[in-house]
């Protein structure tokens, strides 16, 4: 009989370790037959209620590139995009460029380095976050007061890219192929949106804004208490701009008004996303918006491939703040700058959470 002493003797640290040790990551716990989550996978109540908020049946807006370069069609791609970016924060993309075939096969490289034999994926397990190849279970396991349901591989792209031996060899091709896609999306992106602020289509690239990348392949196994967890908490992105694969699997949410709104899957459709630092650089222009994923119900895993981009992490000292071209005495700068040390320093010194950056760099 349970006599409450449990709660007490509960050691949170231990069994987190234990998880982590075991290498099986929560695909191995899903496949393992289990019908209950471990304790330390329940989400605090505060987080479980608003799962049950009603989401909205609109979607976040959709945006064809097909006319990018046309001088007639261009100026509307450019107000839709930066309208999308100061409103949603999210928006998706189709005719981008990237050819059909690289967009199943990244997600076909992802399901099969997380679909491999739990023993041949355990070999690969390594928690190590700042370089090189990562495969882990919740990249801020020992930051979180609660786990969630997903694993990961993250793959180095820039500025210092992990070695490509070291990229599992299921999924190497179409890793080193998907930065090269996401790059040149999220390239044309940025300069849409940097026409939209009134600025040079190349000022980001000027800055560097894919000096640094990071790849990101997310599994989200089948959960059987979808209701006591979540598949990513509540978070905003940390950099400048993120670009999102997912597949046919629902799970994805992002905040709008006072509710939640699900991004439905749409094959050849590519989800971007502002990040904070874009948010501070466009003074609060382009917003950065909260977003999570539900734990997975379906028993196909949903999977999904991120790639963020950021100025070169290296630069330490180096400032960044809002663009002085922006500000005027009606617009004045509403966020202090950062150096990348401070954004570094915050970035690991915590859990994924919601407006960190952007509230602490507040004026
Ligand atoms: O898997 C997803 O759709 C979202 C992942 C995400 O938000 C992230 O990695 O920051
Ligand atoms: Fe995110």
Redo the contacts with the bound molecule.
């Keep these: 009989m349970a006599t409450g002493d449990e709660t007490f003797s509960y050691d949170h640290m231990k069994e987190l370790k234990e998880f982590d040790n075991s290498k099986i990551g929560v695909k191995g716990l899903s496949e393992s037959g289990i019908t209950t989550i471990p304790v330390f996978f329940i989400q605090p109540p505060e987080t479980l209620s608003d799962l049950k908020s009603s989401s909205t049946c609109t979607e976040i807006p959709l945006i064809d590139l097909s006319n990018v370069n046309s001088d007639l069609h261009r100026p509307k791609i450019v107000e839709q995009i930066s309208e999308a970016a100061r409103t949603w924060g999210f928006f998706q993309v189709i005719n981008h460029g990237v050819p059909v075939l690289a967009l199943d096969e990244i997600i076909v490289g992802i399901k099969a380095f997380h679909e491999q034999p739990t023993e041949v994926r355990g070999k690969q397990y390594v928690r190590e976050e700042g370089r090189g190849v990562m495969y882990a279970s919740n990249n801020d396991l020992y930051r979180s007061k609660a786990a969630s349901w997903?694993d990961?591989l993250q793959v180095w792209m820039a500025p210092e890219p992990a070695k490509v031996e070291d990229i599992p060899a299921v999924c190497r091709r179409e890793v080193v192929e998907w930065d090269m896609h996401a790059k040149k999306v999220a390239t044309t992106v940025m300069e849409l949106l940097s026409q939209g602020l009134g600025l040079e289509p190349g000022k980001f690239d000027e800055l560097g804004f894919s000096d640094t990348r990071l790849f990101?392949g997310?599994c989200?196994p089948y959960c059987p208490q979808p209701d006591l967890t979540v598949?990513?908490k509540s978070?905003t992105?940390y950099g400048l701009l993120?670009v999102?694969l997912?597949n046919q699997v629902h799970?994805?949410q992002v905040k709008h008004g006072d509710g939640w709104v699900n991004?439905k899957p749409l094959r050849e459709g590519l989800?971007i996303?502002i990040g904070d630092s874009l948010q501070i650089i466009s003074n609060g222009e382009y917003k950065s918006v909260e977003?999570?994923?539900l734990a997975n119900s379906s028993k196909e895993s949903?999977i999904?491939v991120?790639e963020?981009f950021q100025v070169d992490k290296r630069n330490e000292s180096c400032s960044y703040g809002p663009l002085p071209e922006l500000l005027s005495p009606e617009k004045p700068a509403i966020y202090r700058n950062f150096t990348m040390r401070e954004f570094q320093e915050n970035f690991y010194s915590k859990e994924?959470d919601s407006k960190s950056l952007v509230e602490k760099l507040k004026l």
């Design positions: 997903y990961s990101m997310h989200y598949g990513i978070h992105d993120t999102l997912q799970g994805l991004v989800i996303n977003h999570r994923v949903r999904s991120v963020f994924i």
